[in-house]
């Protein structure tokens, strides 16, 4: 089993930055995509930025120039770099993987519990 688990969120003020956190543990062969999702109260979960093995990333157009994701292959750990946050910001962040595992070397959706980022002065 794979667990993904996420820190760095909270409170922080409009312009301000926060970098989130996720490191997968368990057992696996690879790790393929690792993306951050969000998800605002009455809204649908939408794609933040996800970012491949091999480093090509892709961030949605709300956040292009202020996020920036990265990964740390030998850490299985992806991050978010928010900076110049808004209150539009405001969302639970869930981290996503997808793992591949060491017996049928099968692909499989992961997601962390979420994380709480508010952006409010």
């Known amino acids: 089993q794979v667990q993904l688990v996420e820190s760095g969120g909270g409170l922080v003020q409009p312009g301000g930055s926060l970098r989130l956190s996720c490191a997968a543990s368990?057992?696996?062969?690879?790790?393929?995509?690792m993306a951050w999702y969000r998800q605002a109260p009455g809204k649908q979960r939408e794609m933040v930025a996800a970012?491949?093995?091999?480093?090509?990333?892709n961030y949605a157009d709300s956040v292009k120039g202020r996020f920036t994701i990265s990964r740390d292959n030998t850490k299985n750990t992806v991050y978010l770099q928010m900076n110049s946050l808004k209150p539009e910001d405001t969302a639970v962040y869930y981290c996503?993987?997808?793992?591949?595992?060491?017996?049928?070397?099968?692909?499989?959706?992961?997601w962390g519990q979420g994380t709480q980022v508010t952006v409010s002065s």
């Open positions: 368990g057992s696996f062969f690879r790790i393929e995509t």
């Open positions: 996503y993987a997808d793992v591949i595992d060491t017996i049928w070397h099968r692909s499989s959706s992961y």
């Open positions: 970012i491949t093995t091999g480093g090509t990333t």
